[in-house]
Each structure stands twice: as structure tokens, then as C-alpha cells.
């Protein structure tokens, strides 16, 4: 059974920092890429982030580029999420998303049950 | 990037009546490089659609998928209570990957 198992999230300042983390099973994780996808309260959903299975194909959304870091260990079956200088409109709740191949390109197959990012002073 | 605009905003329809919901893209998506999403409150999205018009995996053949270019639509065939949430469409042929704003399926 495929499971995503976010943690790290919680309350933090503006500029702050904050490090999200997505432990994966049920599937050999380096047969895919790896997404991350935010909500913020009440609104739809946007893509923040995705890693191809090598993490050599890297993409990110205009509004984190340059503040956000996404990497992976493929020996620990885990995806990270280095967040810096954030802002309150970085408020949402963070989906680890399972990609449905090797590349980048892929559809985004199986979500996990999220972790909730407040961006408060 | 690619603008998705989804139509209605909300749909309001009684069980076993057809949905049709539209995703119009602001420039042509990629090999038809197209999902559809089911979110329910409280829950993650989970796919329906990809490619198009290929269901995943457990999807009922009540849901459906079609178009190319700028313009899809998932079609529910005969609504079940069970199909109330909102729905969303994304590309992920081009980055960054986009997603419409949605469309709220409530059944009466």
C-alpha cells in the first residue's frame, strides 16, 4: 500500500525558515518523480515543486522560486521541502505527491494527507 | 505559464443527471497532458483522469475525460451522491504545472 507521510509543518514567523519532510512506502520511490502541492485556506490547489527520480530535473512555481529547495534521498525513500524567507501568503497546507514515472513531466498519482504550514507573526 | 479556467464555478444538479464540466487552457497543453482531480472536504485530491481521457486506477466508467488542444471536459455520466466535491483540472506538460480554480459539484 503507498503511503506519503508528511511532516515538519507548524506555526512560524514571517522570514523564517522551515523544512518539510514526506516519508514514502509501498513503492520502490526511486522509480518516481516527487511533487509538492500547497492549499492555502479555502482556496484551490498549486503546485509548488517537483524532482525527477535522480533529482536532476527540478521545477518550481514563479511564486517560491528562489526561496524554496526541494531535494531527495533516494536511499531513505524521502522528499524535502527547505523553505526560507516566508511569507504569510506561504500560509497552506503542503501535499507530498507521488508523480507517475521517472520525469518531471508525469500526472501527480497519489497524495498524501498533507502538512499544515501557518506563516503568522 | 499556462492559464486554466474552469467552468461553471458551480454546478447544482439532482442524482443520476449528467455533469459537464469545461477546462479551458490559455494555450495549447502539451501531448494532451491533462488530469482531472476529485476533492471531497477535509480530504486530498486523488486522480481521476490523466492523458486526457485515460482513467485511473478504481475510477467507475461513469467518469469521463475528452479534448485536446485548449479545451477538455470531464463529463460524470449519471451522478451518484458520493460525486459531490470540487473538481479540478491540471497540465503538467509545460512548468510550471498549473491547475484551474475548480468547479463545485453539488448534488441536491
Known amino acids: 500500500e503507498v503511503q506519503l507521510v508528511e511532516s515538519g509543518g507548524g506555526l512560524v514567523q514571517p522570514g523564517r525558515s522551515l523544512r518539510l519532510s514526506c516519508a514514502a512506502s509501498?513503492?520502490?520511490?526511486?522509480?518516481?518523480?516527487m511533487h509538492w502541492v500547497r492549499q492555502a485556506p479555502g482556496k484551490g490547489l498549486e503546485w509548488v515543486s517537483g524532482?525527477?527520480?535522480?533529482?536532476?530535473?527540478?521545477g518550481y512555481a514563479d511564486s517560491v522560486k528562489g526561496r524554496f529547495t526541494i531535494s531527495r534521498d533516494n536511499a531513505k525513500n524521502s522528499l524535502y521541502l527547505q523553505m526560507n524567507s516566508l511569507r504569510t501568503e506561504d500560509t497552506a497546507f503542503y501535499y507530498c505527491?507521488?508523480?507517475?514515472?521517472?520525469?518531471?513531466?508525469?500526472?501527480?498519482?497519489?497524495w498524501g494527507q498533507g502538512s499544515r504550514v501557518t506563516v503568522s507573526s | 505559464e499556462i492559464v486554466l479556467s474552469q467552468s461553471p464555478g458551480t454546478l447544482s444538479l439532482s442524482p443520476g443527471e449528467r455533469a459537464t464540466l469545461s477546462c479551458r487552457a490559455s494555450?495549447?497543453?502539451?501531448?494532451?497532458?491533462l488530469a482531472w482531480f476529485q476533492q471531497k472536504p477535509g480530504q486530498a485530491p486523488s486522480l481521476l483522469i490523466y492523458?486526457?481521457?485515460s482513467r485511473a486506477t478504481g475510477i467507475p466508467d461513469r467518469f469521463s475525460g475528452s479534448g485536446s488542444g485548449t479545451d477538455f471536459t470531464l463529463t460524470i455520466s449519471r451522478l451518484e451522491p458520493e460525486d459531490s466535491a470540487v473538481y479540478y483540472c491540471?497540465?503538467?506538460?509545460?512548468?510550471?504545472?498549473?491547475f484551474g480554480q475548480g468547479t463545485k459539484v453539488e448534488i441536491k
Open positions: 505527491v507521488k508523480g507517475s514515472h521517472i520525469w518531471l513531466h508525469s500526472t501527480l498519482t497519489f
Open positions: 509501498g513503492f520502490t520511490f526511486d522509480d518516481y518523480a
Open positions: 524532482i525527477s527520480w535522480r533529482g536532476d530535473n527540478i
Open positions: 494555450e495549447s497543453v502539451t501531448a494532451s497532458y
Open positions: 492523458g486526457a481521457s
Open positions: 491540471q497540465q503538467y506538460g509545460s512548468l510550471p504545472m498549473t
